[in-house]
């Protein structure tokens, strides 16, 4: 499959046109006047903002419930949408979308952390091609230069707006859609096999789950539970100072708080970042052994995600985030973390509507079953390897999906490549 060739063989001698999306769709903000309340006893759907981050079609058996009135002048989700994330902690990240490519016969809202774009009546675009061209690198590209911030990166609606996408021969919509169906087919039949690793790579992550809960559920009267801030046990220490602009190349590694979600896993072995010498000396700091843990999240899931850091120097830590240094396996606690003994005893501790967060005195009001050293390490010897075999990028099912995404976007940014105005004219 040549680049050139195909494509030229695609199209056929038509056109492309390139048209700013605002000139060809109505883009749409999310729920708005919503409180906590809202979100917990409500029977109205809606998708959720890591629907769309997640999936590049919404899944819409995946979604979650809030209380709208009859009154109420929210917008609602149709099919052709193409659902977009609003920000995100790394501009990169930015702008995420999720089309819409079934139709919906109930009402469904969006999130409010999210925007839909709506095409015009008349635009010849098929849902299927938006799923795959939003997502192309090029397009990925150009969303991410419409976010701006510091911590945090809001996509401008105003710079999105001019955002151009190509749409084959629009004066020809039966033409146009044919060659989107086209490449449609055959970027689906390259995900096929993806899905399948993916459904077995789901299967494998329930049996993880179940001998993770199995393996550290102990019985008060087996094993002693102690609050995991008392002494002897260990202590929660608030991270601080460290932003994104504070990362350099080389230097003293570093974790941010937002990494946690996006980068790391249960452990790591080294940072993904850095900061200077100068920095790191005025930080606060994790050792080998220690925990790191995102204190603050958009949603109740995520807050708390923790990271043990099994690397040979101190690492720097930010605010958002707090260190947890103890006399346990590193990992049996990271494990723990992950468990619904943990969850269920966290989530009487979160605070904040928008945003989410547990503060570390409050972590350290958690029971952790403390069972004899030599039990700790056999129970991260059994899970070692479930998580070597559901998230390692190096083996396992991971790398095997990894490979296939791969073959997957090569492709994808092939068939979408289209020529632009300037390039014709050159």
């Not at 005893?345 to 009001?365: E, P, S, W």
């Not at 997957?408 to 020529?419: K, N």
């Amino acid at each position: 499959m040549s680049n050139i060739n195909f494509l030229s063989k695609l199209l056929d001698g038509v056109g492309v046109e390139w048209k700013a999306l605002g000139e060809i769709a109505e883009i749409y903000g999310g729920l708005t006047g919503k409180s906590k309340s809202d979100f917990e006893s409500g029977s109205a759907k809606y998708i959720p903002y890591k629907n769309i981050f997640n999936n590049t079609e919404v899944d819409l058996n995946n979604l979650d419930l809030v209380k709208v009135s009859a009154f109420e002048n929210q917008r609602k989700v149709k099919y052709g949408d193409v659902l977009f994330t609003g920000s995100s902690e790394i501009a990169d990240e930015a702008g995420m979308s999720s089309a819409v490519t079934t139709e919906i016969k109930e009402s469904v809202y969006l999130n409010s952390f999210s925007f839909g774009v709506r095409f015009n009546e008349g635009i010849p675009l098929i849902p299927g091609f938006s799923k795959h061209l939003f997502r192309s690198h090029f397009m990925r590209k150009e969303i991410a230069k419409t976010a701006s911030g510091v911590t945090r990166f809001n996509i401008s609606k105003a710079r999105f707006k001019k955002v151009k996408i190509p749409i084959p021969c629009p004066e020809i919509p039966q033409k146009s859609l044919e060659i989107q169906a086209e490449i449609v087919r055959i970027l689906d039949s390259l995900t096929e096999l993806t899905a399948e690793l993916t459904a077995e790579l789901t299967a494998r992550k329930k049996q993880y789950i179940y001998y993770r809960e199995r393996l550290l559920c102990f019985e008060r009267e087996d094993v002693d539970h102690f609050p995991m801030g008392q002494e002897g046990i260990g202590e929660f220490i608030r991270g601080g100072g460290l932003q994104k602009k504070d990362f350099t190349e080389t230097g003293v590694g570093c974790i941010h708080y937002g990494q946690i979600y996006t980068h790391y896993g249960a452990y790591a072995h080294k940072t993904k970042t850095y900061v200077s010498n100068e920095f790191a000396r005025k930080a606060r700091k994790a050792q080998s052994g220690d925990l790191v843990i995102a204190t603050t999240s958009e949603n109740d899931e995520d807050v708390c995600k923790a990271v043990a850091w099994l690397g040979k120097e101190d690492i720097a830590v930010s605010s958002d985030a707090c260190i947890y240094t103890h006399n346990l396996n590193p990992k049996y606690v990271s494990y723990f973390f992950q468990t619904e003994q943990f969850q269920r005893q966290k989530r009487q501790y979160i605070t904040g509507t928008k945003v989410r967060r547990v503060n570390a005195d409050n972590l350290a009001k958690i029971l952790i079953p403390v069972p004899l050293p030599e039990e700790q390490d056999r129970i991260v010897a059994i899970l070692d390897k479930f998580d070597a075999l559901t998230n390692s990028i190096t083996e396992g099912l991971p790398r095997e999906i990894g490979l296939r995404q791969k073959q997957y976007e090569y492709y994808r940014d092939l068939l979408l490549s289209f020529p632009k105005p300037e390039e014709v004219t050159t």
